[in-house]
């Protein structure tokens, strides 16, 4: 595969120009090898290069991918306050056997599925405020440079060919398991490793795949093939971002055995003993303490949620846990969430410049002139200390509570928009937001009629009606409790 360059590395930049906020702590993160927090020094001065996997696209995507794509979403956005200039990379996986599985099984072409879930991804992300990266390759444009890829693996004799396949031997790079932290045999019994027969070590993984002629296809040297889902990241990232770069992301779920054999392949031909700096990996969203996924069928798609839950909610609720822990997703993280994200922009309503200030501009209007920024609040030192969200969060309850006691604090105000501007919170006009989450236009004094009405009902003991008006309230997305005869609370359900 003469002339193609599989991991192109970037020459330095002269990027000296101080950062907007430089006077701030470094941002530290831990990585998933070492286990210890460390100062994020970009290698290329002031330019920061991040590489997250993205979806396989072959169904809508669900909350537990979601809650990985908004912390680094989080990240991304912190970093462009921190750094000169920030490269974020997130791939579309185009090319896998889970997508030619679900085409077939819904009767069309893999053109038309991967057109219709890459639109949804792109409107549910959208709805969730997340920004778009700076590139978003996809698999199938990479084909040449993952051909390249393999050869040069061949090559250096840390690969094979068997069966019409190419695999990797990772008896050939020593290093291999040092980032999942686990022992080989470990990794033999814990991973799902596909066993196949031509493997000459279990863990061998493939590189490049025979194709049958009803399956996306490419010539090769090895026949009509397609590559293998770890290759497709170790040649995006390296395109992007060279052989090393700052930061890796993922789920956890991809620690082993994704991200490991990544890195075997990259690190194999750079020779250099890793190829990221940091590597971060958000553990998962359960339900009832089981992993949320497709395949248990417990999950909730973003698109399902974002149509019961404002966006800034279900960021809030994403969001109320430290990245590296699990997050069990249950009604009342929700309606936590609710509960602080109104609380926060009732008090920003009460602001007179902030309640006038029009939708999406108001954190660049208010926040960001004059204003030091980030500079000296506990929010930033939380979120500089390996993205604490739930810290941060916990500190905009507490800057919302001295605004509702002093609602002209201009100070306050601007501390609640920089910070959110960070978390992608708040971005909206305070007025309309609250105005849209009420449940189903109704106010609280109409909820109240309908509460008395229904107590009406009962004393008369029309429980037909009595029956009738709570459903309606329920239908409205507001949940009755009865405490005593006439005596009846109330609160939103999401
Ligand atoms: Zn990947």
Known sequence: M??????????????????????????????SPSGTKKDVI?????????????????????????????????????????????????????????????????GISIHQLTKQTFAWFESDTQALGLLEPTHQPRATEFVDQMIGLTAALLEKKAAYVASGHVLFSVKSWAPYGQLARMPIDQMKAGARVEIAPYK??????????????????????WGRGRPGWHTECAVMSAHYLGSIFDIHGGG?????????????????????DDCAKTWMHT?????????????????????????????????????????????DWTPQVVQQAKACVVGVYQALAAHNEVS?????????????????????????????DDLNTPQALAGLVAIAQKLRKDPENTQLAQQIL????????????????????????????????????????????DFAKADEIRSCLAKAGVVLEDKAPGQTLWRTRL
């Not at 956890?252 to 250099?272: I, M, V, W, Y």
Request: hydrophobic letters at 40%; aromatic letters at 8%; glycine letters at 6%.
């Open 200 to 221: 000459q070590d279990p863990l061998d993984f493939v590189l490049w795949k025979p194709s049958e002629d009803h399956e996306p296809g490419w010539e090769s040297p």
């Open 418 to 461: 920089v910070t959110g501007s960070v978390l992608g919170l708040f971005c909206h006009s305070p007025a309309q937001w609250l105005d849209q989450a009420r449940p189903q236009g109704l106010s609280p004094q109409e909820i109240q009629e309908l509460i008395d009405q229904r107590h009406q009902a009962r004393e008369a003991r």
């Open 283 to 327: 553990d998962m969203l359960t339900v009832g303490g089981q992993k949320m996924s497709k395949s248990l069928g417990n999950f909730i798609t973003l698109h399902d949620a974002l149509q019961q839950v404002p966006a800034d909610v279900l960021r809030w609720a994403l969001l109320s846990s430290h990245y590296r822990h699990c997050l």
């Open 356 to 384: 006038k200030a029009p939708g999406a501009e108001m954190a660049d209007i208010l926040a960001m002139k004059g204003f030091d920024g980030l500079l000296d609040l506990p929010t930033s030192a939380a979120l500089l």
């Open 42 to 106: 970009p290698l290329i001065p002031d330019h920061l290069g991040i590489y997250v996997c993205g979806p396989t696209i072959y169904d809508r995507i669900h909350l537990g991918n979601a809650r990985c794509l908004v912390v680094f979403d989080v990240l991304f956005r912190l970093a462009q306050k921190l750094y000169q200039r920030v490269t974020y990379v997130r791939n579309i996986t185009d090319v896998d056997d889970k997508i030619n599985v679900q085409a077939q099984n819904l």
């Open 2 to 31: 003469g002339g193609v360059d599989p991991l192109r590395v970037p020459k330095s930049g002269a990027f000296s120009v101080s950062t907007q906020f430089s006077k701030l702590p470094p941002l530290r993160l831990q990585s």
């Open 252 to 272: 956890r779920d991809l620690l082993f055995p994704h991200h490991e054999n990544e890195r075997a392949q990259t690190c194999l031909l750079s020779g250099q």
